[in-house]
């Protein structure tokens, strides 16, 4: 989804809405080719062992399920794992804490798989936004 050239500087914003079951809110931001931020927004349901998304407003009818894979000591770096869903197809996002920096994030990333839940095969399938 934001390899395709029409989407640039994805954030990812969740809060608390109740602890038990756990539901949080999502907002996914982006600016779309013409520089306009658009949000995808959304909530998410812990249901055993992942989140289950499921659209806001006009996003209603679409669902999708998540989960952290791994992340990195100090959690300043998460691995999400993601089905398809009606606005995204399945997929790994790395993402990074707001105001936080991994200088040569993609060796850090290589040389941690394991610890973020990545295979070879995933880190290999792997692109990368404003990385050269």
């Known amino acids: 989804m934001w390899l395709a050239g029409d989407k640039s ?11 038990s079951p756990l539901r949080l809110s999502d907002d996914v931001s ?4 013409e520089g306009e931020e658009k ?3 959304g909530r998410d349901t812990w249901r055993r062992e992942e989140f289950v998304w499921r659209g806001a407003g006009l ?6 399920r ?12 998460l691995v999400v794992r993601f089905s398809q869903s009606l ?6 996002d790395l993402i990074l804490r707001e105001g936080r920096a991994i200088p040569e994030l993609r060796k850090v990333v290589a ?7 990545l295979s070879p095969e ?7 936004l404003g990385i050269s």
């Open 9 to 19: 500087r994805p954030q990812f914003t969740y809060g608390l809405l109740q602890s």
């Open 30 to 33: 982006y600016l779309d080719a």
């Open 39 to 41: 949000h995808i927004l």
């Open 59 to 64: 996003l209603s009818i679409a669902t999708s």
């Open 66 to 77: 998540w989960r952290v894979s791994g992340a990195n000591e100090d959690r300043s770096l």
């Open 87 to 92: 606005v995204s197809p399945a997929g790994i």
């Open 111 to 117: 040389a941690s798989t394991e610890e973020l839940g």
């Open 122 to 128: 995933d880190f290999a399938s792997l692109g990368w």
